[in-house]
Structures are given as structure tokens and as C-alpha cells.
């Protein structure tokens, strides 16, 4: 008979019913049931035993890696899946996770996980690195936003495994808007610890600048100027020299007053290392659109749309699930007004009404230019020309 094959990982503090909910998603599949308790809670421990969990305490330190890597030290899969108490694992039919497990060219797989942000909007998928082989030594790094990037990649050079995408799905259902705060508050504290012990570290220079800004604190600006010229340091190589350099163009775009050439610089920065960035592309298009540079503006938006329609779009950090909504392709319509091609903006915006049908812009607009295209008259501007475009922070 094989020995078992996958370990399931939970780090919990106190979160007892989000840690049954887990557990339970993940008994289905698992061989063995690993939770790290960080708060010594009688409680997370009665959950664990009632999971036939292995129960490993762990005192808390500031530190999400050490508890993590501790309870990797016992697990005796040859894979192992990490699974967050605010998450849940769908359903996996036990003989395509079987030939996932039986895989001998893989070193890791991805994960996509579903963020839903509200009722009324769109979930976001990101693609997170949760299942790995578990005999190679892979441990966390870092006491705040835990992470392996480096060693997977020295890994995978090493050992020619590779990094692939699984049929796996999460459900994330952790954003608690009134806990945003002391959580900003939290990671600052541990960021601040981290660089001192590690100093240079060019993500977490980002991360604290940016989580600083989010607090109002006026040294997250300097902090990100630096980064940035660490960054610019970088903008030859064909990749990023930092998974989050992203947001930080992100936030450079949508937040500082730059001159039109570094405006430029930091945008042909953008298109080179995440062509399928949607945050990027929507201030990028934003900007041609308020500009009047209509084709331009269409082309990128039309991009967005296209990446959205399949689930193409880099989902390596979160966004507003607004961008997968209306206003790209309502933006797109506009521009096509906007430059007469009436057969282009109609099959847009009946596109748009197909979706949305009650959509009010959509169905003014496309009035209007049906009446245009009757009267055989130049096109006036379209009612949405003064349309906020979605995905831009209020």
C-alpha cells in the first residue's frame, strides 16, 4: 500500500470557526491533518482533535514563518497544502488530485483563490502558491507576508522541477473593513522588526512604504521614493527586480505628481514587466482617455476586456473586482464614438446592455447614436464623456 501523500497545514490563533470550516473543506483529500495553534487556545486544540489533526503549539512572536515552518517540520506527506483559517479548498475529484500528487517534473503548484469582495461585485481569482513537495526542504522566509519566491526559484534552477498551474481552487472570504486599521497597524510593527533585523530588503521596503501610506504616516513617501530608484536601477532587465514592483508603479501612477516624462518612464516600465497588470492598464488607459487620445485609450481598454473575457490577467496580487466589471468596455464604446466608428461603438454597447442590461450610460448612450447614425450627422460627445471610470480609488 503507498504511504500517505498529502499533508494540510493550518496556522490558527483563535479563529475556531473558520478553522473547522477549513479542516472540514480539506479532510476529503488530505492524509493528514497538521494545525499550528499560535494562541495556546484550548479551544483550537479541541477543533484539531476533533479532526484527528496533528496539534502543534507555537508561541506567537511577530513572526508568521516561524509558526508555518514549525509545522512543516512535521509533516510526513511527501506533499503538503496550506490552507488559511479564512479559506476554504472546492471540491477536487480524488483521481485528478491523484494525478497531481503522482507528477514527477513539478516542484510546486498554483493555486487559484476566489476574493469576494461584496455582494454586488465580481469575484477576483489570484493565483497563490499553496501546494508543494514537501521533501524538498521548503520552509517560509520573512515575519510578515511570508514567502519562498527566491528559493523556489534556486529550487527549480537546481533541480529542473517547475512551477505549474493545479484545477485547485480556494474561497477567500477574509476582508473584514473594520478590522482594515489595526491590521495596517499590526503589519507595520512586524515590517518595521523585520527590516531591522534584515535590512536592504527591497519588498519589504515597498510593503512598508505603502502599508505607512495607507496609515496617513508622511514616512511612507520617502520610503517609496527610495524603493523606486532601487527599482529604476532595474529597468532594462526584462523582469522586475521584486514581485511587488507592480504595485508600486501602481501606486507612483495613481498618487505622485510626476512629470510627463517620468510619467512615460514608469509606464513603458509597466508594459514591459506586467503586460497584463489590469491596475496598470487602467491607469494607463484612464490617463489617455481624459487626454482625448481616443485610439489609444481604446486599444487599452480593449486589452483589459480581452484579458477579463479569459482569465488571462496577472493574478499575482490582489485588485478592485471593479475592473472585471462594466467600465472597460463601456470606455471602450466611448472611444469609438468618440472617433465616429459607429459600427464599432454599437456592437460595443449592445455588448454592454447584453451584460448589464439596465445599464444607464449604456442605454443613453446607444440612443443617442442610433439617432446619430439616422440623421447621418456628425457624432456629438456621448453622454458618459464625464464617466468616472471604474477601478479608480474614491
Not at 17 to 26: P, Y
Not at 170 to 177: A, E, F, P, Q, T
Request: aromatic letters at 6%; proline letters at 7%; glycine letters at 6%.
Amino acid at each position: 500500500m503507498p504511504g500517505p501523500t498529502l499533508s494540510v497545514l493550518c496556522m490558527a490563533f483563535d479563529e475556531v470557526e473558520g478553522l473547522r470550516a477549513a479542516l472540514a473543506s480539506a479532510r476529503p483529500i488530505a492524509d493528514e491533518l497538521l494545525v499550528v495553534s499560535t494562541g495556546g487556545s484550548d479551544v483550537v486544540a479541541r477543533v484539531a482533535t476533533e479532526f484527528d489533526a496533528n496539534l502543534i503549539d507555537h508561541a506567537w512572536d511577530d513572526d508568521f514563518s516561524a509558526p508555518l515552518n514549525a509545522g512543516l517540520d512535521r509533516a510526513s506527506c511527501r506533499w503538503v497544502l496550506r490552507l488559511d483559517t479564512d479559506e476554504t479548498l472546492l471540491p477536487l475529484p480524488g483521481q485528478e488530485l491523484h494525478g497531481l500528487l503522482q507528477r514527477e517534473d513539478v516542484l510546486l503548484y498554483s493555486v487559484r483563490r476566489e476574493e469576494f469582495h461584496g455582494q454586488d461585485l465580481p469575484p477576483v481569482e489570484m493565483l497563490v502558491h499553496r501546494m508543494w513537495r514537501a521533501d524538498l526542504g521548503i520552509r517560509y522566509r520573512g515575519r510578515y507576508h511570508e514567502h519562498f519566491h527566491e528559493q523556489i526559484a534556486h529550487l527549480s534552477d537546481e533541480t529542473g522541477l517547475r512551477v505549474a498551474d493545479s484545477p485547485m481552487r480556494l474561497v477567500h472570504r477574509g476582508h473584514d473593513r473594520g478590522r482594515r486599521e489595526s491590521k495596517l497597524q499590526r503589519g507595520t510593527r512586524i515590517m518595521e522588526l523585520e527590516l531591522r533585523e534584515r535590512p536592504g530588503q527591497l519588498y519589504y521596503e515597498i510593503e512598508l512604504g505603502r502599508t505607512w501610506t495607507a496609515l496617513g504616516d508622511p514616512r511612507g513617501r520617502s520610503l517609496l521614493e527610495q524603493a523606486l530608484t532601487r527599482t529604476l536601477q532595474a529597468e532594462h532587465s526584462p523582469i522586475p527586480p521584486t514581485v511587488v514592483a507592480g504595485p508600486l508603479l501602481e501606486h507612483c501612477l495613481r498618487s505622485w505628481d510626476l512629470s510627463g516624462e517620468e510619467r512615460e518612464r514608469l509606464e513603458r516600465l509597466a508594459h514591459r514587466w506586467f503586460p497584463k497588470s489590469l491596475p496598470l492598464l487602467d491607469l494607463i488607459a484612464t490617463r489617455a482617455f481624459t487626454g482625448e487620445e481616443w485610439e489609444r485609450a481604446a486599444a487599452l481598454f480593449e486589452r483589459m476586456v480581452r484579458l477579463a473575457e479569459v482569465r488571462e490577467y496577472d493574478a499575482s496580487t490582489p485588485f478592485s473586482p471593479r475592473l472585471l466589471g462594466d467600465g472597460p468596455l463601456l470606455h471602450v464604446a466611448v472611444c469609438h464614438h468618440r472617433l465616429a466608428n459607429w459600427t464599432s461603438a454599437e456592437r460595443c454597447y449592445r455588448k454592454l446592455l447584453d451584460l448589464y442590461p439596465d445599464h444607464p450610460s449604456g442605454v443613453a448612450n446607444l440612443k443617442v447614436l442610433l439617432e446619430q447614425k439616422t440623421a447621418t450627422v456628425q457624432p456629438a460627445p456621448p453622454r458618459s464623456a464625464k464617466h468616472r471610470p471604474h477601478g479608480r480609488r474614491r
